[in-house]
């Protein structure tokens, strides 16, 4: 069973920095794909970034340059390190992996970005 737990959102200014993580029940390894996506009040879900097994990345055109995807696979956990979060980032950010040809998503972390 694949579980996938997301972490670190929570209340930021206009300008701050979080780093979500989201953490994997099975290796990494299993894993051909992982992403983070996110959802706003009103809006549909929407690809953040993703990463391939092998490092490629793949960024929304609204977050590149400010938002960063990585993968530890010794760790099992995979990273958003968020710079610059604006009002338009305020969402629930959820981590996904595609295994086997199915799609498994986390329950998703509160980002906040107020003044």
């Known amino acids: 069973q694949v579980q996938l737990v997301e972490s670190g959102g929570g209340l930021v200014q206009p300008g701050g920095s979080l780093r979500l993580s989201c953490a994997a029940s099975i290796s990494m390894s299993s894993f051909n794909v992982m992403g983070w996506h996110r959802q706003a009040p009103g809006k549909q879900r929407e690809l953040v970034a993703a990463?391939?097994?092998?490092?490629?990345?793949n960024y929304a055109g609204s977050v590149k340059g400010r938002f960063t995807i990585s993968r530890d696979n010794a760790k099992n956990t995979v990273y958003l390190q968020m710079n610059s979060l604006n009002l338009e980032d305020t969402a629930v950010y959820y981590c996904?992996?595609?295994?086997?040809?199915?799609?498994?998503w986390g329950q998703g972390t509160q980002v906040t970005v107020s003044s």
């Open positions: 996904k992996a595609i295994y086997r040809g199915s799609d498994y």
């Open positions: 990463i391939t097994i092998g490092g490629s990345t």
